[in-house]
């Protein structure tokens, strides 16, 4: 194996590597998203957790903030909670934030 042909897997393994990485921190935002959102809905312990199983299986179906961010709008809409749209987006930047520092630090 040459040097370029070292050079060119390493870069395909760090490229296999950060996207795994930003996979389990998206997911996992979105289940710390879905327990957020849960809460405030006045969901029981054991519906939150399927809601924000929910979230997270929504986002692997329709890839893209939009999916989420709409299904947690309409629940928020429906339950009557004043939640703008931009605190739900802060939310959802912050969490994503906390998730990719988490994996950065505990692997």
Same mark, same amino acid.
């Given at each position: 194996?040459?040097?370029?042909?070292?050079?060119?897997?390493?870069?395909?393994?760090?490229?296999?590597?950060?996207?795994?990485?930003?996979?389990?921190?998206?997911?996992?935002?979105?289940?710390?998203?879905?327990?957020? !959102? /849960?809460?405030?809905?006045?969901? $029981?312990?054991?519906?939150?957790?399927?809601?924000?199983?929910? +979230?997270? *299986?929504?986002?692997?179906?329709?890839?893209?903030?939009?999916?989420?961010?709409?299904?947690?709008?309409?629940?928020?809409? !429906? /339950?009557?909670?004043?939640?703008? $749209?931009?605190?739900?987006?802060?939310?959802?930047?912050?969490? +994503?934030? *906390?998730?990719?520092?988490?994996?950065?630090?505990?692997?």
């Amino acid at each position: 194996m040459t040097t370029f042909d070292q050079r060119e897997k390493a870069f395909e393994d760090k490229f296999v590597h950060d996207d795994h990485m930003l996979f389990m921190a998206k997911a996992r935002s979105l289940r710390a998203l879905g327990l957020w !959102a /849960a809460k405030k809905l006045g969901k $029981d312990p054991e519906e939150a957790v399927t809601y924000a199983e929910a +979230l997270v *299986q929504l986002d692997i179906d329709k890839p893209g903030q939009n999916a989420v961010f709409s299904r947690i709008r309409q629940d928020f809409d !429906a /339950a009557r909670l004043t939640d703008t $749209d931009a605190s739900i987006h802060k939310q959802m930047e912050d969490l +994503l934030a *906390q998730s990719v520092e988490n994996l950065r630090k505990n692997g």
